[in-house]
């Protein structure tokens, strides 16, 4: 983890518009004296379970998972977030302290508000504090739709769900880098490891993707599609 050297103002970053774009200038003023851009390198832990809140977390390059330990000590993960989502909404109005943890899939560069100043410019602002919720909203919608799509389904759907999901949803592309091992797939999706090495295998001997290590090539995606939908 190292913090970056702070080049650009807030009214001047291009993801401004997605949650900053009506604050006034004395609040964006505010906030970026309060705000630090962060890297973390593949496998660092951004935030953990228990860890007190002190930030307003903004995912600006790379990709996250969000985390909690089970019973057993074992991960399961949540959801897998993006650039432009925001990693801390779940937890930073309701509690003091993270329900689960956040780590780098990839390098990362995280945004970082002082929550403080978060809760300030809400507390005076009713159309931003708006604004945060409708982002709030959104983002446990999105996790209770997949989580909800997963678990109807058997295990060649779940899948074919989590391929096309980083598929047309991480990378926009047929090609990529699976960014999480076979292990963290088998949590994501609440399957054993061994079961997601049987199916991936049943799919390349299908023809349907090919592995080259880490790279995954998706076929014919509309065979994926229709096992995805069948479950």
Do not use: W
């Not at 909690?68 to 989502?85: F, T």
């Not at 996790?143 to 389904?153: D, G, S, V």
């Not at 989590?162 to 999480?180: C, V």
């Amino acid at each position: 983890m190292r913090e970056l050297p702070s080049l650009n103002h807030c009214s001047t970053c291009v993801y401004k518009n997605l949650l900053f774009g009506n604050l006034n200038t004395e609040d964006l003023n505010f906030l970026n004296e309060s705000k630090k851009e962060i890297e973390f390198k593949k496998g660092e832990i951004i935030s953990e379970e228990g860890t007190e809140i002190t930030s307003f977390l903004y995912l600006k390059q790379g990709l996250v998972k969000l985390y909690k330990k089970n019973p057993l000590h074992k991960d399961q993960i949540i959801s897998i977030a993006k650039p432009r989502d925001f990693v801390s909404l779940l937890s930073i109005f309701s509690e003091s302290t993270y329900k689960y943890s956040i780590s780098a899939l990839e390098d990362t560069i995280v945004c970082s508000v002082d929550i403080k100043a978060m809760k300030d410019v809400i507390s005076r602002d009713g159309k931003f504090a708006i604004e945060i919720l409708n982002k709030m909203s959104k983002m446990y919608d999105d996790i209770l739709e997949t989580r909800f799509e997963i678990n109807k389904k058997h295990l060649r759907g779940r899948i074919a769900y989590i391929l096309l999901y980083f598929s047309n949803h991480i990378y926009q592309s047929d090609e990529f880098d699976i960014p999480i091992s076979r292990r963290e797939i088998a949590e994501l999706i609440e399957m054993t490891t061994e079961n997601v090495i049987r199916i991936l295998s049943e799919f390349r001997k299908d023809s349907i993707i090919k592995i080259d290590g880490k790279k995954i090539y998706l076929l014919e995606p509309e065979r994926l599609e229709s096992i995805c939908k069948l479950g």
